[in-house]
């Protein structure tokens, strides 16, 4: 596959998506250790489905590459998107079971948040995330994310009610420099 080095940091880059890689999303989004973390079990997606949402997205949806060997990993973006209020969401997930706990979804986290709040201009970037999915949680506090509500008992899943969590952070809190190909 072809990537591109839009956003670049330690260990991975964010790519435009490729349309090639249709089939290596259903494959993951097929697998219940993916979607049961981002609330996506109960939907159905085939190649052809994927390939057009990656063609016609209008978000600012990333691959996940690695730096060493150009393997994607993963996906993440930056949608809903507020000029006026200068607010967003983000999500992001790591594709296969050995990618993960590695620190890649930190890393991607942070660098979606220093191009939203240095290049976007957005003020507050928010994500929800179910209250099981406690490595996620411990991720988005390592990023600076804090909780700022819950919904109780929104999400089933398996035959159970899960809170849904929502959690934000702003420029101001948000430290560090991590897009390495910034010109300026």
């Excluded at 079971?97 to 003020?123: H, I, M, Q, S, V």
Aim: with cysteine; glycine share 8%.
């Amino acid at each position: 596959m072809k990537y591109f080095k839009k956003i670049v940091g330690e260990r991975i880059y964010l790519s435009p998506m490729n349309v090639e890689d249709a089939e290596k999303y259903v494959e993951w989004l097929s697998d219940f250790r993916t979607t049961d973390g981002i609330g996506a079990s109960c939907k159905m997606t085939n190649i052809e489905s994927e390939a057009e949402w990656i063609k016609n997205n209008k978000d600012y949806q990333f691959a996940i590459v690695n730096l060493e060997n150009d393997e994607l990993i993963g996906n993440c973006g930056i949608k809903d998107i507020n000029n006026i209020n200068r607010c967003a969401e983000v999500g992001l997930f790591i594709g296969d079971e050995e990618n993960r706990n590695k620190g890649y979804g930190a890393e991607a986290l942070r660098l979606l948040l220093d191009y939203g709040f240095n290049y976007l201009n957005l003020n507050n970037i928010q994500l929800g995330v179910k209250a099981f999915n406690e490595r996620a949680i411990a991720c988005y506090k390592k990023v600076g994310f804090k909780e700022y509500g819950r919904r109780r008992e929104a999400y089933f899943l398996n035959g159970k009610y899960y809170d849904h969590v929502f959690m934000d952070i702003l420029a101001r809190e948000f430290e560090g420099d991590y897009i390495k190909n910034k010109n300026v």
